[in-house]
């Protein structure tokens, strides 16, 4: 059993071990490690199409990750006093959001953006007042944040949730006891307790949508994501310089989940 | 003259608060059914009964936490029925004391204040954390996050936290009930002291009718959503009104039988196997009706040898060594098992009992209660 569980850790992590291996490679095969060196890193940094796709990343990641945090936390918020039938239905809406593959979310987003674009754009042309011409909606920033950002806030619904159910409910009730309005308990008790939770929340939703490529691939038009060009350059060859791109990117995702599992522990503890 | 410019709800004999046919239901559960209860200020009241009895519900509607379904709540002669928990100068100590864990000790003990509009200056709310922290015996505390302190310590904490704001009503719901026995011992005598010294108004619900009778002055026995008895815990004791509150207060023997004879002052009741026991009756009951006499373990005492009224020859099925007493677990062929404790002193005299030796128990004419069985 435990050769078993070995073998399967080993097939899981050996490429990402490979990848990260060769992106230190000093050669400039993929297949063969000919010495030790940082230049790829360097080359990569200096590459003005991966300065621009990691700026995209990072402000999209960014965008959608404050957006899910917001809206997550409101919603996980206004679930509490929601019960019954639609609490068990926004439950599994919520789980759906989660489970349900990448590519499928992709397409649906792209077909539901373009016919809302189909509807809208028509539309604004018609009722715009200025002689100019009237601004057309497309694919591109808007789109990426928006999708990365609604299937974001699931997760960030889920993770906030679970860190109120485990916060004792008569700290509430204490905090009204003692005079504070309903606002002051919010702020004094409810926020600082789920505060972990919103916090790991956001890491990981800007984790999901850094690392994201298939949704990306899909509602980006214009736009290219850090790895919407790796997937771009790989069909020109696997080179080290795209190792080193990938081991940076899974650096940051790492980190960020560290983090995030990070502040849940302690916030555990502390309650 | 003062008194005529003061409301009537402020004079020193006006009730505090007041329950009128307060009634909670949740759908058809009626966890309170038409409480009334008029609560003195400045005293020491302890609602006692087994959990699911209301009581819980009624310190929660003078909290603010539940509305009643009928009925009002009145604080200091106000309706309050519709204020919510933060407008109503009442305070608790929630049984698992429900502190802030983000909170330093101070801060938590501050917290009612800086909720005051306008806002008390920094200075002086820190100067009235440093008071309430004298009170409940922990200076210098202040700092201290609250998982570092003691069960005991949190218990302080809440208190101080309570009774900063000087509250109308301190309201404690099973504060002890995480305390271990020393422990609770010790802060009974130092919440009764506390009491004393600050004057308000406490309000205690509580399971443990050891608690509830050394404590109070008056406690409030309930079941199943209503009030069954109220007095003092020496009248409670003393003169309860039903077989169920002397269940409830301190240990008793019951015998269960017929009522055969309703005279002035003397009630007899025939027992199983024909046994006559008279007492007093509390409550007045009628002839023929099934009551219970109650004799209390200490009032019973155990001979070798003697006869005349109230004796039953018994066999001793059990000891217990108590210190001053010990307690006996005997039978009687026709009532039963029942306890007797026996003095010291008692013992000196006929010496001690072993299991399985005859006796013969008796009691002193008129020391058993007739009540009835409700």
């Known amino acids: ?271 | 003259m003062e008194s005529n410019l003061k409301p009537s709800s402020e004079t020193e004999d006006a009730p505090i608060a007041e329950l009128r046919e307060a009634s909670k239901h949740y759908g058809a559960v009626v966890a309170a059914d038409g409480l009334n209860l008029s609560i003195r200020r400045g005293e020491f009241l302890s609602f006692l009964g087994p959990s699911g009895c209301g009581k819980t519900t009624a310190l929660r509607m003078l909290a603010g936490f539940e509305a009643p379904t009928s009925g009002d709540i009145l604080l200091d002669g106000q309706r309050v029925n519709e204020v919510p928990p933060h407008r109503r100068p009442v305070n608790m100590v929630f049984q698992h004391y429900a502190l802030f864990p983000h909170l330093t000790v101070a801060q938590n003990i501050a917290y009612g204040l800086r909720q005051r509009r306008p806002r008390p200056a920094e200075g002086e709310i820190a100067r009235a954390v440093d008071r309430a922290l004298e009170t409940v015996r922990l200076p210098g505390f202040g700092p201290r996050r609250i998982w570092e302190m003691s069960g005991g310590q949190q218990q302080r904490v809440a208190l101080a936290r309570a009774i900063i704001n000087q509250p109308k009503l301190l309201l404690l719901d099973e504060p002890m009930a995480a305390l271990d026995k020393k422990l609770r011992r010790d802060m009974q005598i130092e919440l009764q002291t506390l009491q004393r010294s600050l004057g308000i108004t406490f309000i205690l619900v509580t399971h443990d009718q050891e608690e509830a009778l050394s404590m109070s002055d008056r406690v409030c026995i309930m079941r199943s959503g209503r009030i069954v008895q109220m007095g003092s815990p020496r009248k409670l004791y003393d003169r309860p009104a039903s077989r169920y509150v002397a269940d409830f207060v301190g240990k008793s023997n019951f015998f269960s039988g017929r009522v055969t004879a309703v005279e002035a002052g003397r009630t007899e009741l025939a027992a199983a196997g024909g046994h006559l026991i008279a007492g007093g009756a509390p409550v007045e009951i009628a002839m023929g009706q099934t009551a219970s006499a109650s004799l209390r373990p200490e009032q019973i005492a155990l001979h070798r040898k003697g006869a005349g009224g109230n004796t039953l020859p018994v066999t001793v099925i059990n000891r217990i060594f108590l210190g001053e007493h010990t307690e006996y677990l005997v039978r009687n062929t026709d009532l039963g098992e029942f306890l007797v404790l026996v003095s010291r002193q008692a013992e000196a005299i006929e010496g001690e009992f072993e299991p399985g030796d005859q006796a013969l128990a008796s009691w002193q004419d008129g020391a058993a209660l007739i009540l009835g069985d409700d």
């Open chain 1, 1 to 271: 059993m435990r050769i078993y569980a070995l073998a399967v850790y080993l097939f899981l992590y050996i490429p990402i071990g490979i990848i990260a291996l060769f992106s230190f490679n000093a050669g400039r095969h993929a297949s063969q490690f000919q010495g030790f060196s940082t230049q790829w890193y360097g080359k990569a940094l200096s590459n003005p199409f991966v300065m621009d796709a990691f700026q995209t990343s990072l402000s999209v990641a960014l965008a959608s990750a404050v957006l899910a945090t917001l809206f997550g936390t409101m919603a996980a918020l206004a679930l509490q006093s929601v019960s019954g039938r639609l609490r068990l239905a926004f439950d599994a809406l919520i789980y759906i959001a989660v489970m349900v593959p990448g590519i499928v979310i992709g397409i649906a987003t792209l077909i539901a953006l373009v016919t809302l674009f189909g509807w809208l754009n028509p539309i604004l042309v018609a009722i715009w007042p200025f002689a100019a011409k009237a601004p057309q909606l497309s694919l591109g920033y808007g789109s990426l944040i928006a999708a990365h950002g609604l299937f974001a806030m699931a997760l960030v619904i889920i993770i906030v949730r679970a860190r109120m159910a485990g916060m004792d409910r008569s700290l509430i009730e204490a905090s009204a006891d003692l005079g504070a309005t309903p606002w002051g308990t919010f702020r004094q008790v409810t926020l600082p307790q789920i505060f972990p939770g919103i916090l790991a929340g956001f890491l990981l939703a800007f984790t999901f949508s850094f690392d994201d490529f298939i949704i990306a691939f899909f509602v980006a038009g214009s736009q290219t994501t850090l790895p919407v060009y790796v997937f771009s350059s790989i069909r020109r060859g696997v080179t080290p310089e795209i190792n080193a791109i990938g081991t940076m990117v899974l650096a940051v995702s790492l980190m960020m989940l560290i983090a995030a599992q990070a502040i849940l522990q302690r916030g555990h503890k502390a309650a």
